[in-house]
């Protein structure tokens, strides 16, 4: 059974930080193409970062210079470092794996606010 689960969000003043983290099992991980998603209220789920099979990485314009991806495929897990948090920042992330098959965790909130 494949699983993706995320570990990290919370509440975060303006300026802050927070590191994401997920955790697959039932993938051959180092297989896998991983990303960041996420969806804010009432909008669309949106391509935050993504790391290829051999750690090359692509952001969206919003984060980009602030948030930082990584993989470590020795512990099948896919981190996301954010810094210089803003409110348009807050929404759900979710975890994404994508190789023959695309596998979605079930997301961790980020709120941003003072």
């Known amino acids: 059974q494949v699983q993706l689960v995320e570990s990290g969000g919370g509440l975060v003043q303006p300026g802050g930080s927070l590191r994401l983290s997920c955790t697959a099992s039932?993938?051959?991980?180092?297989?896998?193409?991983m990303g960041w998603y996420r969806q804010a209220p009432g909008k669309q789920r949106e391509m935050v970062a993504r790391i290829t099979t051999d750690s090359r990485t692509i952001y969206s314009n919003s984060v980009k210079g602030r948030f930082t991806i990584s993989r470590d495929n020795a512990k099948n897990t896919v981190a996301l470092q954010m810094n210089g948090l803003k409110p348009e920042d807050t929404a759900v992330y979710y975890c994404?794996?994508?190789?023959?098959?695309?596998?979605w965790g079930l997301g961790t909130q980020v709120t941003v606010s003072s």
């Open positions: 039932g993938i051959q991980f180092d297989y896998y193409l």
């Open positions: 994404n794996a994508e190789f023959t098959t695309t596998y």
